[in-house]
């Protein structure tokens, strides 16, 4: 089953930007990934899907500051003009025939 | 607008049992797969479960399989999780999701309800 490796930790300023990266595990580079947002005390919520080829598709209310993108078996989140509230954890998410794995998680803080 | 609400947490000791509830609206529930995904305290996620609309197929994560039972009820809009033979380390908050089919992604979540396992 596939494995997803991500940062533990990640801080950019307020109003910068920031890139998040989720690898995919060997033999299945190809596959797509979600991403997911747990604010503090919070939830998951659902961000995006992000596929090999570099398209992604967001979820509904989710703004125009995050976007996707791909680069062989890494799956990227991009946060720009940083808000506050955008402190949180990020998980990936992939799934296989018969499970889903999410990986550590990134937890981001905005400085 | 999509509503998943859980209940049926608590405190329970080693070895007993729990179920877990999701209500779940907005949606046309029987057309969409679900699953159970818990958190530890301070941990990462960790899926547990799935079941398809039709409740034909149904996946167990290793960590629960044999020990906790998936199943839903489609004319109550309802998901739920038969967790026996609790162990300290079941220790989490439980949230349902949803997810088109085995195929997408999860794209809507439950609040979360708390499990303790402590004698």
């Known amino acids: 089953q596939p494995v997803l490796t991500q940062s533990s930790s990640a801080s950019a300023s307020l109003g910068s930007s920031v890139k998040l990266t989720c690898t995919l595990s060997?033999?299945?580079?190809?596959?797509?990934i979600a991403w997911h947002q747990q604010q503090p005390g919070k939830a998951p919520r659902y961000l995006m899907k992000v596929e090999g080829s570099g398209r992604y598709n967001k979820g509904s209310g989710v703004p125009d500051r995050f976007s996707g993108s791909s680069s062989g078996a890494d799956r990227h989140l991009t946060i720009s003009n940083l808000q506050s509230e955008d402190e949180a954890d990020y998980y990936c998410?992939?799934?296989?025939?018969?499970?889903?794995?999410f990986g550590g998680g990134t937890k981001l803080t905005v400085l | 607008e999509v509503q998943l609400v859980e209940s049926g947490g608590g405190l329970v000791q080693p070895g007993g049992s729990l179920r877990l509830s999701c209500a779940a609206s907005?949606?046309?529930?029987?057309?969409?797969?679900m699953n159970w995904v818990r958190q530890a305290p301070g941990k990462g996620l960790e899926w547990l479960s799935y079941i398809t609309g039709s409740s034909s197929i149904i996946y167990y994560a290793d960590s629960v399989k044999g020990r906790f039972t998936i199943s839903r009820d489609n004319a109550k809009n309802s998901l739920y999780l038969q967790m026996n033979s609790l162990r300290d380390e079941d220790t989490a908050i439980y949230y349902c999701?949803?997810?088109?089919?085995?195929?997408?992604?999860?794209?809507?979540w439950g609040q979360g309800t708390l499990v303790t396992v402590s004698s």
């Open positions: 907005g949606f046309t529930f029987s057309t969409y797969s």
């Open positions: 998410e992939t799934w296989d025939s018969n499970t889903r794995v």
């Open positions: 060997s033999g299945h580079s190809s596959y797509t």
């Open positions: 999701a949803r997810a088109y089919g085995s195929g997408s992604p999860i794209d809507y």
